[in-house]
């Protein structure tokens, strides 16, 4: 059974660099036509897409956020990573890292349980 | 590339029918065959409902159903049982390699 699971700092200094992990179980990162991505949620709010990653390396970025994002696999270590640059209060959310087989068809078949990050100084 | 509109809350009996609406643009909704909907219940990852505007997952009941006319899209779910009770997000392509969720609709089983 795959399993993906999320971890890095819970709180991030405003104007600082929001780094996570998503560590990928039960099967290879690699071997599979997927797409790896990020989604957020701020608290009491609706789910951002904020970019995917397919399996050979191809980024796809919310349009809204793109400036400061980047995301990267590392398949030696199974696992896929976000980075958000130049964060603020807005981007205190619930991040969660999912599977989708598609880039236009969004069938996400295995979710993260979600980590916690604050913005806060 | 705006979020999706949806009603902020729906409600509806045990046994009834609901219908949530998700309404976008001709750069997404309309343009493509490509919305998904999640349900989400609080504390937990969303889990896949319909995909490809009407098509079901394997396990999700025959209950919820999944159509689109121009640029809105709607989920229907009849038979309400106290479990749907939960948050309802559409999502949909919106070109270029983008995707764009609707702000979520809370549906309270009465």
């Known amino acids: 059974q795959l399993q993906l699971q999320e971890s890095g700092p819970g709180l991030v200094k405003p104007s600082e660099t929001l780094s996570l992990i998503c560590t990928v179980s039960?099967?290879?990162?690699?071997?599979?036509?997927?797409?790896w991505g990020w989604i957020r949620q701020p608290p009491g709010k609706g789910l951002e897409w904020i970019g995917s990653?397919?399996?050979?390396?191809?980024?796809y970025y919310n349009p809204s956020l793109k400036s400061r994002v980047t995301i990267s696999i590392d398949t030696s270590k199974n696992q896929f990573s976000l980075k958000l640059t130049s964060v603020t209060a807005a981007d205190t959310a619930v991040y969660y890292c999912?599977?989708?087989?598609?880039?236009?068809?969004?069938?996400?078949?295995?979710w993260g349980r979600g980590t916690p990050v604050t913005v806060s100084s | 590339q705006s979020a999706l509109t949806q009603p902020r809350s729906v409600s509806g009996s045990p046994g009834q029918s609901v219908t949530i609406s998700c309404t976008g643009t001709?750069?997404?909704?309309?343009?493509?065959?490509?919305v998904s909907w999640y349900q989400q219940h609080p504390g937990k990852a969303p889990k896949l409902m319909i995909y490809?505007?009407?098509k079901r997952p394997s396990g999700v009941p025959d209950r919820f159903s999944g159509s689109k006319s121009g640029n809105t899209a709607s989920l229907t779910i009849s038979g309400l049982q106290a479990d749907d009770e939960a948050d309802y997000y559409c999502?949909?392509?919106?070109?270029?390699?983008?995707?764009?969720f609707g702000g979520g609709t809370q549906l309270t089983v009465l």
């Open positions: 039960g099967g290879s990162i690699s071997r599979s036509s997927y797409y």
């Open positions: 490809d505007v009407s």
């Open positions: 990653i397919y399996y050979s390396g191809s980024t």
């Open positions: 001709s750069s997404d909704v309309g343009g493509y065959n490509y």
């Open positions: 999912a599977r989708h087989p598609t880039v236009t068809s969004f069938q996400v078949d295995y």
């Open positions: 999502c949909s392509y919106a070109g270029n390699y983008t995707l764009v």
